[in-house]
């Protein structure tokens, strides 16, 4: 029998443990393509026969933003050749041996209705990006291997009830999903719950942060212009029927020049609850680990460089939306969305409305 556990009531992680691995699909053609798309499907039904009702029972609480994290461990088993590693995060030349992992991934998806999606201006558009460390002085390659100190994914991007006819904007994931392949030297993926960081901010810490008073620009993965900036937003949100939520990237999220010295003040304030806050979790090889990109940040412990070949995740989005409104070309991908990858994608400078407390 799999076993179950809620970790800790504040941490928001559930995690779950299948008795035996899941039976990996034959791909014949690399994750993201429409042929293994169909290839991955057809083991759909099978995966959801397997699948603990606990883990779904999680899923779905991961859904309504109850949990900001499910893992599902031993997933599946898969041997990977030592000295074959990707070189970047797009590597489309690397090993076809991570395929399989990647097809169970999009069938457990696809059996909880969770839409597997990228962006065409993040890493090129690829359905499963390779988080591996990799050489070199590039902001890029520093950032592969250096400490992450928290965030949200596609912060810049709108949020669902934000986004407007012909913006030319999907919304940012719903999740972002980490799935195991190496990590011998146990680095740690950190995740810091939307429900610990409040409890550790003033009352009128958090009102400023609900308010609209904050610029977000790209971040350094999602290549837009740099005048694409959506300004006067809110940094956390209280939907009535989802409490809470956050968007926020340190690097990419500063007080609106207008604000006033109390918003600086309380993204401060915020950093500082976001450092003390973060849960390590181990990301094992068959483990995948579903993150709630609306209500947990995540990080990352450091990646020191001399073990760059230990240490190899595969990411994706999911979204619980439909995506065709938001494609790029439907013909061509069932999963890339927008923004387009032209240089003149125009910045949003409008003030956000949020939604009714």
């Known amino acids: ?32 393509t429409a042929v293994v798309s169909e290839d991955a499907l057809q083991k759909a039904d099978y995966v959801a026969e397997q699948l603990p009702v606990a883990f779904r029972s999680h899923m779905n609480l991961l859904a309504m933003n109850i949990l900001s994290a499910v893992k599902l461990e031993g997933a599946f088993d898969l041997n990977l050749a030592a000295d074959k590693v990707p070189t970047h995060f797009t590597d489309t030349n690397c090993d076809p041996a991570w395929w399989p992992a990647a097809g169970i991934t999009m069938a457990i998806c696809d059996s909880l209705g969770i839409n597997l999606c990228s962006y065409a201006v993040e890493n090129e558009g690829e359905l499963f990006v390779h988080l591996v460390p990799t050489i070199g002085d590039s902001p890029q390659a520093k950032k592969s291997r250096g400490a992450m100190r928290g965030h949200t994914d596609g912060v810049v991007l709108p949020l669902p009830w934000e986004v407007t006819p012909n913006d030319g904007l999907a919304p940012s994931p719903d999740l972002v ?12 993926t950190r995740l810091a719950p939307i429900s610990a960081v409040i409890r550790k901010l003033a009352k009128t810490t958090l009102h400023i942060l609900q308010e609209p008073l904050y610029d977000i620009s790209p971040q350094i993965s999602f290549r837009m212009p ?11 949100v209280r939907d009535q029927h989802e409490g809470y939520i956050i968007r926020f990237s340190h690097g990419n999220v500063s007080a609106n020049s207008a604000a006033g010295v109390a918003a600086d003040v309380a993204l401060v304030d915020l950093k500082d609850a976001i450092s003390t806050s973060f849960e390590n979790v181990v990301v094992k090889p068959g483990d995948i680990l579903f993150v709630n990109n609306r209500t947990s940040l995540h990080g990352r412990e450091e990646v020191m460089i001399g073990l760059t070949k230990n240490r190899w995740l595969l990411r994706s989005y999911g979204l619980y939306s439909e995506l065709s409104p938001y494609l790029i070309d439907a013909k061509k991908s069932n999963h890339m969305l927008l923004p387009a990858r032209k240089d003149d994608t125009v910045g949003h400078r409008v003030t956000i409305p949020q939604p009714d407390a």
């Open 1 to 32: 029998m799999p076993s179950v556990g809620l970790l800790t009531v504040n941490s928001r992680l559930a995690t779950s443990r299948l008795a035996a691995p899941l039976q990996l699909p034959e791909l014949s053609a690399r994750p993201g």
């Open 177 to 188: 999903i980490l799935v195991g392949l190496r990590n011998s030297h146990h680095v740690a």
């Open 226 to 236: 740099s005048d694409h900036v959506r300004e006067r937003c809110p940094v956390i």
